[in-house]
């Protein structure tokens, strides 16, 4: 069995070790193939990941080759496979992956699973999103996203890492412990500074930290780099949170889940 990683450079693992895949376009083919996630890829879409507007000629027979060549590395790495996991199919080439294989995959699970678990089980909530937050090495692909189906898939998994984080922060917060996670809070903001959600977070650790000059200080300079840099306001969600601030809203004690609340009084 293999296990491959992609929430950071690409890793491939055997149970003797890593595994290399040389060159730059063996890569971007692995790379394509893995976040297609068990699904046929057509082959004008592969030669375009590969390759852009630099195709060569015969781009067909160049990628087959590509594809044999791989082929013969993976069923060097686990010869006791009967079949290749690299097939042909009419629709296009099918990397086939059994679960718990691919890092993003198991990724993408722990988050609905924390989603599912968010209304109850807080506890649980928060466990499942350390988990998955744990598996990052670093961006997609090491930084390397190569063609636009990387791109695409890298910035889905970069989605799902901000939710995550979101998730995390919710239990937490409702759990009481907004001082263990106001340091982090403030650097995830700070790294995404036009995602309300983790401002909301923040003003809301701050207050319950005794800070309220400093959660209503973020939420001006939200304000204004909405303004500025967008031409908006601050959405009614994050509005709410500033007025609740203003007038004590008991909604804002140190526990509990303070923006249901607040929407509910509205």
């Known amino acids: 069995?293999?296990?491959?990683?992609?929430?950071g450079a690409l890793e491939i693992r055997t149970p003797s070790g890593p595994a290399e895949i040389p060159g730059g376009l063996q890569r971007t083919l692995v790379q394509a193939l893995l976040v297609s996630e068990g699904q046929a890829i057509a082959g004008d879409t592969l030669i375009n990941e590969m390759w852009g507007e630099s195709v060569p000629e015969n781009e067909a027979n160049a990628l087959q080759a590509h594809v044999s060549r791989l082929r013969r590395r993976l069923k060097g790495l686990e010869s006791e496979r009967p079949a290749s996991r690299l097939s042909i199919h009419p629709s296009g080439y099918r990397l086939s992956l059994e679960a718990g294989e691919l890092d993003a995959a198991e990724f993408i699970s722990l988050v609905r699973r924390a989603e599912a678990a968010s209304g109850t089980g807080?506890?649980?909530?928060a466990a499942l999103t350390r988990t998955a937050l744990a598996m990052w090495r670093?961006?997609?692909?090491?930084?390397?996203?190569?063609?636009p189906v990387c791109q695409t898939a890298a910035a889905r998994y970069e989605e799902y890492r901000m939710r995550a984080l979101?998730?995390?922060?919710?239990?937490?917060?409702?759990?009481?412990?907004?001082?263990?996670i106001l340091a982090e809070l403030r650097e995830v903001?700070?790294?995404?500074?036009?995602r309300e959600y983790f401002c909301e977070q923040l003003m809301i650790a701050l207050y319950r930290s005794g800070r309220q000059a400093d959660a209503l200080d973020t939420y001006r300079r939200m304000w204004h780099r909405l303004s500025e840099e967008l031409g908006?306001?601050?959405?009614?969600?994050?509005?709410?949170?500033e007025h609740a601030i203003l007038s004590h809203h008991p909604a804002l004690s140190t526990t509990g889940d303070a923006r249901s609340a607040l929407l509910e009084a509205v």
């Open 1 to 7: 069995m293999l296990s491959f990683s992609i929430l």
């Open 122 to 125: 807080r506890d649980e909530a």
């Open 138 to 147: 670093g961006p997609v692909f090491g930084g390397h996203t190569g063609g």
């Open 166 to 180: 979101e998730l995390f922060f919710d239990a937490e917060l409702k759990a009481g412990h907004h001082a263990a």
């Open 189 to 194: 903001h700070a790294g995404n500074p036009l």
């Open 232 to 241: 908006v306001e601050p959405s009614p969600a994050l509005r709410r949170v």
